[in-house]
């Protein structure tokens, strides 16, 4: 799963243009689904020099992620060009402090995620169902 994942606010306390406190087990559970797999993305409104002390923040602490503000993987020729003038970062879910009903404890966006995987996966598409096999 491609997660995007905001920085203030949601892995830190908010703090900017400062760093605030990590949250209580933000860094542990996004190293703990990227090593189950998931694509992370820093989604964040900082730039410059700012948006490097974030990334410096969570590679110091073991955590480096697939995109920053971007679909496209860290390091590859066209990172952070698309082509298009489309700035929107496409994900199966987003992490955010505003979020309409704020930012469950980082346990629970575990469960929800891997609940979400699951449910993921067990989707049939209508072809599948309509000529798959009978059981």
């Known amino acids: 799963m491609k997660i995007a994942v905001d ?5 830190v306390e908010h703090r900017y243009p400062a760093i605030g406190k990590e949250k209580p087990f933000a860094i542990d559970t996004l190293k703990q689904l990227a090593l ?18 974030a990334i410096d923040y969570c590679h110091k602490r073991g955590l480096d992620f697939y995109g920053i503000n971007s679909n496209r993987p860290v390091g590859s020729l ?9 700035v929107k970062v ?8 505003k979020n309409l009903g704020g930012l469950p404890d980082w346990g629970t966006i575990y469960e929800m995620i891997m609940l979400k995987k699951a449910q993921k996966h067990r989707k049939r598409s209508f072809w599948k169902r309509l000529f798959g096999k009978r059981h």
Do not use: H, K, P
């Open 78 to 86: 066209f990172e952070g060009r698309t082509g298009s003038t489309s």
């Open 90 to 97: 496409v994900a199966d879910v987003y992490i955010d402090d």
């Open 7 to 11: 920085f203030d606010g949601t892995i």
């Open 36 to 53: 189950e797999g998931n694509e992370l993305i820093l989604w964040t409104s900082r730039d410059g020099q700012l948006l490097q002390d």
